[in-house]
């Protein structure tokens, strides 16, 4: 079963507004990945956050991690036709022989439009 | 430093057949794991491996089976192939097994099962 469930699961904006895509999760995690996929393409980090930091910034993204509501947030500002993709959220979980593979949720298909 | 990369990129097979598929880490990775991406039911995790042992096993089927080498190569093969099994297989490696890290993906083999 699906560990985080994005929300929304499409998005439509224009080029130059902000996007934000949240994801929820179940369990106790070490980290929260966000990467994005361009076409059935190869995943692409993004973003790492670890379960005791609540705010990671790199260039346009901003990612927030609430362990007590056990959900995140990935905020791109300023968006580019470029950043059309689908964006996944992923779970490393904290316990037994799970740890270190990624739950994945089913994505927000993102599409900026020029 | 080269990425993680898999062969083949694109592969058709028939009900009942088996079928290899190889991937290369990045250099001084030791951790492999293997995902699978379909439409229905998003991406789902194989298995990892790491020092040529299987460290985590998602939920599927025997018919599913990997392997790594001593340079940490990896394979996955799929014997008596259902239409079901079409799909795109994600490779990723990371630095070690159970770490708090980032996985890396490759380009992905899409496999399509007639």
């Known amino acids: 079963s699906q560990q985080g469930e994005e929300d929304p699961q499409a998005l439509s904006i224009q080029e130059g507004e902000n996007a934000t895509m949240n994801c929820s999760y179940k369990?106790?995690?070490?980290?929260l990945q966000w990467y994005r996929q361009n076409s059935g393409r190869g995943l692409v980090h993004l973003i790492l956050i670890r379960s005791n930091e609540r705010e990671k910034h790199s260039g346009r993204l901003r990612v927030t991690l609430d362990t007590s509501k056990k959900s995140s947030s990935l905020l791109i500002t300023a968006s580019r036709a470029a950043d059309t993709a689908s964006y996944f959220c992923a779970t490393e979980m904290n316990y037994g022989g799970s740890q270190g593979n990624l739950i994945f949720g089913k994505g927000t298909k993102l599409s900026v439009k020029p | 430093k080269a990425g993680v990369t898999q062969t083949p990129r694109y592969l058709i097979k028939t009900r009942g057949q088996q079928v290899t598929l190889s991937c290369s880490p990045i250099?001084?990775?030791?951790?492999v794991s293997w995902y699978q991406q379909t439409p229905g039911q998003g991406l789902q995790f194989l298995f990892e491996?790491?020092?040529?042992?299987?460290?985590n096993k998602g939920n599927f089927p025997g018919r599913f089976s990997g392997r790594q080498f001593s340079n940490s190569r990896s394979e996955m093969n799929v014997s008596t192939l259902e239409l079901g099994d079409s799909a795109l297989y994600l490779c990723?490696?990371?630095?070690?097994?159970?770490?708090?890290?980032?996985?890396?993906f490759g380009p992905g083999t899409r496999l399509l099962v007639l």
């Open positions: 491996y790491f020092s040529e042992t299987q460290r």
């Open positions: 990723a490696s990371k630095t070690n097994s159970g770490a708090s890290d980032v996985q890396y």
């Open positions: 250099s001084g990775h030791r951790s």
């Open positions: 369990t106790s995690i070490n980290n």
